[in-house]
């Protein structure tokens, strides 16, 4: 009876979207902490940076990954 009421291509979709989530949140995550590790900015860059993605968070993460320079430092 449930996999008449939840098909499986209902199971997949739900998984690929909890996923995908799983995937935005974690880059958005790493935006920040990223923002923070660097040593090429300093106090008002790192703040607007971070108030950026914050508030406009998939626009800003994009923004933030493509607009950063490479970092200087090799690890």
């Known amino acids: 009876m449930l996999a008449y009421v939840y098909p499986i291509l ?5 998984m690929l979207m909890f996923f995908a ?5 974690s ?4 935006c920040v902490v990223d923002n923070f590790r660097r040593s ?9 940076w ?4 914050i508030f406009i968070p998939i626009l800003g993460a ?12 090799l690890a």
């Open 10 to 14: 209902g199971i997949f979709w739900t």
């Open 21 to 25: 989530f799983v995937v935005v949140v």
């Open 27 to 30: 880059w958005i995550i790493w």
């Open 40 to 48: 090429d900015h300093h106090g008002l860059a790192k703040a607007g």
């Open 50 to 53: 971070t108030i950026l993605i």
């Open 62 to 73: 994009l923004i933030y990954t493509v607009a950063r320079p490479a970092s200087i430092e």
